[in-house]
């Protein structure tokens, strides 16, 4: 590989152009051609840890600055110049407004003993000034390390929060969480089928299904999965084709689940035209079929374990899925 050890890659679907970050700095892949920059020709004065691209702009995250370069100028943000909150930022996604989204850390190297292994949380920066969520204002504590940040169609973004290897520290997760620039949602091995709160990466599909995994080498554990809060669609979710989501289910607020969250007897109003009720986990796995003939008014979920659920409501011209969390 051009830049040896390799970080990250970002592909721009609009050229078709490569661009990957590693030890030695950063490569543009175009029709069978390589191009380097580094130390030699561009700002760059060591390794490409995260990538982004808004357009044809790439973003980077160095060890010492925010770079940003539009294919001509190149811009550095560090600490002195911009008040970067940490040494190396990773950066994860940039909004279409532009923001831009970083994992804040220490150093990934013995250069700086002083930031070595740091945790700052997660970053945005507007191009101006820098927000900053940690434990004081996010479910985010100091033992994580932001590793994947992906931004879904209704501006949500999706955080993993645990490094890839433990090494020898205990690098803590929360599990995936959510922030919608207002609240933020952790989905936890508490409250949710995941197995484990560390989750080393996610991103996000076309139909804003979140797809996640983890590989801790040093604990043995090993798994990948893919979850969607309005359910998951076919042929991921146990639906036919026929029951195929109705295109857009939140305008209908006729069917209301009460209370949410639950622990014994879920209440359920709005069911009139409802052929068939289905409530399906967030792995999209089935857990109850309730007839409609003996349901009445209530679903019982006290044999459910805690976690985020969806109740899927099958009609005459499709389906309407609510979320509801078990907490007994």
């Known amino acids: 590989h051009p830049v040896q050890l390799g970080y990250c890659v970002v592909l721009d679907t609009n050229t078709g152009t490569i661009w990957a970050g590693g030890r030695n700095g950063l490569a543009r892949y175009v029709q069978g ?16 840890l995260g990538l982004a ?19 001509t100028t190149w811009t550095e943000y560090t600490i002195q110049n911009s008040g970067m909150p940490c040494y ?32 700052k949380g997660l970053g ?7 927000t900053v969520y940690n434990d004081k204002n996010s479910p985010l504590n100091y033992s994580n390390i932001v590793n994947a940040v992906a931004i879904d169609k209704k501006g949500n973004k999706w ?21 919608d620039n207002k609240e933020w949602t952790a989905y936890t091995k508490d409250n949710s ?42 042929p991921m979710a146990p639906t036919s084709v026929e029951e195929q989501p109705i295109d857009n ?20 109003s709005g069911i009139e035209g409802v052929t068939a009720i289905t409530i399906v986990n967030s792995l999209g796995m089935a857990v109850m079929q309730c007839s409609m003939e003996n349901m009445g008014s209530t679903i019982d979920v006290s044999g459910l374990p805690n976690g985020v659920y969806f109740v ?8 309407i899925t609510r979320p509801v969390v078990v907490s007994h």
């Not at 279409?96 to 002083?114: I, K, R, Y």
């Not at 945005?124 to 820098?130: A, E, I, L, V």
């Open 53 to 71: 691209l808004s357009g044809s702009t790439v973003w980077m995250g160095t060890e010492g600055a925010l770079v940003k370069y539009d294919g």
């Open 88 to 119: 190396a930022p990773k950066v994860m996604a940039v909004e279409s407004n532009g923001d831009v989204w970083v994992g804040l850390g220490g150093s990934w190297t013995t250069d700086n003993p002083e930031a070595e292994n740091a945790m």
């Open 124 to 130: 945005k920066f507007d191009g101006t000034s820098w």
């Open 33 to 48: 051609t390589w191009t380097i920059y580094d130390t030699t020709n561009s700002i760059l004065r060591g390794p490409v």
């Open 193 to 234: 089928p995941l197995p484990d709160n560390k989750i080393n990466w996610l991103a996000v599909d076309n139909d804003d299904n979140v797809w996640f995994h983890q590989y801790l080498p040093n604990d043995y554990i090993s798994f990948w999965g893919v979850f969607n809060e309005n359910g998951l669609p076919f």
């Open 159 to 179: 955080i993993a929060t645990a490094k890839h290897q433990t090494d020898t520290y205990d690098y803590g997760g929360v599990g995936i969480l959510k922030f």
């Open 249 to 268: 289910p939140d305008t209908d607020g006729s069917i209301i689940l009460t209370p949410n969250p639950v622990s014994t007897s879920l209440s359920v």
């Open 312 to 319: 899927q409501f099958r009609t005459a011209t499709g389906m």
